[in-house]
């Protein structure tokens, strides 16, 4: 910061309040991802006021979303100048999509309100925001008392592991993401985005569910490492998105686990 009144994010720009809320380098691709760009004054001198009275003509859910995001944009600012902490952007939409979540359940049970439609998982593999890897896994059964079990982080490293066993899918495939969390660790990954298309396995670890399973060990194991991240993402693909894991836990490696850097096997 050059002076107390110049942005934390942009040095060189005085801070005003439509320049932190808008059109912060920090905060102005967050309207746009959340699809709630038109929420945006045109003018960057419109006064604060009269943006909400604008957003009172405008679509009642787009303005619950930008609500919630006007919320976590102030409290990322104060996070930043007074404690010097940056929080992820990707956990600012995942915080905005979860409250508005959580909020259209209320309405919903109170009042009948009008439900936001789930995003359904998506069928190919998209990259991860800037600032993240994003670690594919999955588990094979194939071969009787075998499981084979694999992982790509955007080629910077991907991996298979093969061991005697006869597991349910649901605890192979937390064992693959088990397997890629370890060997994220090891090469100093901070901000994750975990990918499988075990939608159980996926759901119990972004709501924390890790009690009265049979998974409940192998979670443990799984939190226990995701300790050591700044930041961790849980997320569902289906399997014509995660081809590459897929094919690498059935491939049978050179030994107990084979593991390649900056390039996949043909």
Not at 103 to 116: D, F, Q
Not at 142 to 149: H, P
Request: aromatic share 12%; hydrophobic share 40%.
């Amino acid at each position: 910061m050059t002076d107390s009144n110049s942005c934390p994010w942009c040095p060189t720009d005085r801070e005003s309040m439509s320049h932190a809320i808008f059109f912060c380098n920090a905060v102005k691709d967050l309207w746009r991802e959340l699809d709630c760009e038109a929420l945006v004054p045109d003018d960057p001198s419109e006064i604060f006021a009269d943006t909400l009275v604008r957003w009172q003509k405008m679509d009642s859910k787009k303005c619950l979303k930008g609500y919630a995001l006007l919320r976590f944009i102030w409290s990322r600012r104060n996070n930043k100048i007074f404690n010097e902490k940056e929080v992820p952007h990707l956990a600012i939409k995942e915080r905005v999509l979860r409250i508005i979540d959580d909020c259209n359940k209320y309405l919903t049970k109170i009042y009948g309100g009008v439900s936001i439609s789930k995003k359904r998982s998506p069928r190919i593999w998209s990259p991860p925001p800037i600032g993240f890897i994003k670690i594919n896994c999955d588990a094979c059964l194939r071969d009787k008392g075998w499981v084979g079990v694999g992982y790509v982080a955007q080629v910077l490293f991907d991996g298979t592991q093969r061991t005697r066993g006869s597991w349910p899918p649901e605890i192979a495939e937390c064992k693959a993401i088990l397997f890629g969390l370890k060997q994220a660790q090891r090469y100093g990954v901070k901000n994750l985005v975990v990918e499988s298309d075990s939608q159980v396995v996926i759901n119990r670890l972004s709501k924390s569910v890790i009690y009265f399973s049979d998974l409940k060990f192998v979670l443990d194991d799984v939190m226990f490492v995701n300790k050591d991240f700044d930041y961790v993402s849980w997320s569902h693909v289906r399997r014509d998105g995660n081809s590459v894991s897929y094919h690498l836990a059935r491939l049978v490696p050179f030994g107990f686990e084979q593991i390649w850097e900056n390039h996949s096997p043909p």
